[in-house]
């Protein structure tokens, strides 16, 4: 079971983060009754994935396929799946 970890006003100790990442759930973190933030243990696949997500290439690429979403310049997954030749209902029973 994930651990709640309640803060008061002297806020999270460096003790309660380390002893949250023991466990593969990690915490969640309360104020005032309210969920603020989630803790949880990271590798370093994680550490580059994330460094990946939010670099400036892949952002404006991003931003680039929303933009040629928002025109209607894409495809649905059913059209792209016809284009590609994986949409017969064989294909799909046999995955």
């Known amino acids: ?5 309640d803060l008061d006003e002297d806020g999270l100790t460096t003790q309660q983060v380390l002893d949250s990442l ?8 309360r104020q005032k009754g ?3 933030a989630r803790i949880e243990p990271a590798d370093e696949t ?3 994935d994330e460094t990946w997500a939010h670099a400036p290439a892949q952002v404006a690429r ?3 396929a929303r933009r040629r979403f928002q025109q209607g310049q894409s495809l649905s997954h059913e059209d ?6 994986t949409d017969s209902p064989q294909q799909e029973a046999d995955q």
């Open 80 to 85: 792209l799946k016809r284009e590609l030749g």
């Open 46 to 48: 994680d550490f580059e």
């Open 1 to 5: 079971m994930i651990r709640v970890i």
């Open 34 to 36: 309210r969920v603020i």
């Open 22 to 29: 023991q466990s593969c759930e990690g915490a969640i973190l």
């Open 62 to 64: 991003g931003e680039e």
